[in-house]
């Protein structure tokens, strides 16, 4: 065995032990277990999002959460491969140090699965932890980027004027904290809202009102709620009648990411169209990308699909989404989604990096900016992801012909400084780098 040999293969049985020390402190808890699953394993509303329950919840949301079918329709476009398992052996370095195996680093930093294409080759696909090529898994707020993506045909009809107040479209946004703002201000988190996002304060208003209106988070007695005696039921309402303006900001002033925006780029969708969110996906994208599997969309208690974050697929269809937005709205020959909607998202201006460099959480990240509800890393290359908590990325990198896709169970809920999520994110990146050399990779 020579040097180089040894050295992969000691690696990955560190990443392997490492994963393994990892989940033995959950072997007591590990989920559902039993028919029916015993008490201290059952998954419930209230810990679904909790390590190691989540392991079992994100990829059956289904039976968590109320959701609406996104049929697949027509050929399956075939992905060929895994062509090149050995970068699978690949060595990495984490940002503590560690010297671990591609698979090893995603495995013992919380992945549930990671896929790599270039072009339209599969090149290398691991699954963990139980999961495998058919399972779903929520795609948490990945579904901003989906929606977004979505908005550009809206865009491109001439049916929606980008420096419109929403309130134009959504009369019922008049008053509230939307009103002043700007379409594209929306789509860049740039609204100067007084609402905030916050997921470790259970006695914040995003608990306590946005959560349970979502219907993907846990309130005591908050199911129960009935729409005839709530004045906040659904997500709708809280838009409506909870989000106020922030006296301190104007919109444009600031980056400050906030899901509502994308509840009302959701809204947006379904009013201009005419149809549910869910008929909108299915019929102008998910027919169109020769998808494996159906998709689902979490609902909120109104039952209205959760533009924010209630998308669920399989591995490889994400890809075939992710490709498509690589390929400038292209897949399979047929202009899915307009180029020049795609390419929006990469016009980054001075504005959009000041605003993502004063914001103090990204500081210590490698984020340049946000736009239409895309995290850019480098615009030049075609460089940036879709990002959801606890974990969840689309990575595409069009100067390497490049889509990465990993989902993942993530104790920690936000990716700003996350070790865990910066370790995949670097990984990826440097992966994608290597596969630019010819030929192959040395």
């Known amino acids: 065995m020579n040097s180089r040999s040894l050295c992969v293969l000691l690696a990955t049985m560190i990443g392997v032990a490492l994963a ?17 699953a015993s ?5 419930t509303m209230a810990n679904y999002r909790d390590y190691p329950m989540s392991m079992w919840a994100f990829r059956n949301a289904g039976a968590v959460l109320n959701m609406v079918m996104v049929p697949r329709e027509g050929d399956i476009r075939p992905l060929p491969g895994p062509l090149r398992p050995e ?69 491109a009809d001439g049916k929606v004027e980008l420096d419109a107040s929403p309130a134009k479209y959504i009369p019922e946004l008049k008053g509230s904290g939307f009103e002043r703002t700007t379409i594209q201000q929306v789509l860049d988190h740039a609204t100067a809202i007084d609402f905030k996002e916050n997921y470790t304060d259970q006695e914040s208003d995003f608990f306590r009102f946005y959560a349970p209106a979502l219907n993907m988070g846990y309130m005591p007695g908050a199911a129960d709620v009935q ?18 303006a922030d006296p301190a900001l104007l919109p444009g002033d600031a980056f400050d990411y ?54 669920n ?46 914001n103090p959480k990204y500081g210590e990240e490698p ?14 290359a075609g460089e940036y992801c879709a990002v959801g908590i606890h974990g969840q990325v689309i990575y595409i990198n069009r100067s390497a012909d490049t889509v990465m896709v990993w989902f993942s169970s993530q104790p920690v809920a936000s990716a700003a400084r996350n070790p865990e999520f910066r370790a995949k994110l670097q990984a990826a990146r440097e992966l994608a780098v290597a596969l630019t050399r010819k030929p192959g990779l040395q």
């Open 20 to 36: 393994t020390v990892a989940l033995a402190d959950d072997k007591a808890v590990k989920p559902m277990q039993g028919v029916p």
């Open 39 to 43: 008490r201290d394993s059952q998954v």
């Open 87 to 155: 970068l699978g052996e690949r060595i990495f370095t984490d940002p503590t140090g560690r010297q671990l195996s591609f698979d090893a680093l995603f495995e013992s930093n919380y992945a549930d699965a990671v896929l790599v294409m270039q072009g339209s080759r599969l090149l290398h696909e691991a699954y963990f932890h139980d999961f495998n090529e058919r399972s779903h898994h929520i795609w948490f707020s990945m579904t901003k980027s989906l929606v977004s993506a979505m908005f550009g045909l809206l865009v």
């Open 227 to 244: 729409p005839q005696t709530a004045k906040i039921y659904g997500v709708h309402d809280f838009l409506v009648h909870f989000i106020k």
């Open 258 to 311: 906030n899901s509502s925006n994308a509840d009302v780029l959701g809204w947006l969708t379904a009013r201009i169209s005419g149809q549910s969110l869910q008929d909108f996906v299915q019929q102008n994208l998910w027919a169109k990308l020769g998808a494996e599997h159906d998709a689902y969309l979490a609902v909120d208690r109104a039952l209205v699909p959760v533009a924010t974050g209630g998308m």
């Open 313 to 358: 697929t399989t591995l490889r269809d994400a890809a075939r989404f992710g490709m498509m937005i690589r390929d400038r709205g292209e897949f399979a020959g047929q202009q899915v989604l307009p180029a020049q909607w795609v390419d929006a998202t990469l016009a980054v201006d001075d504005k959009l990096r000041a605003n993502m460099a004063a």
């Open 367 to 380: 984020w340049a900016a946000y736009h239409n509800m895309w995290w850019i890393l480098d615009e030049e």
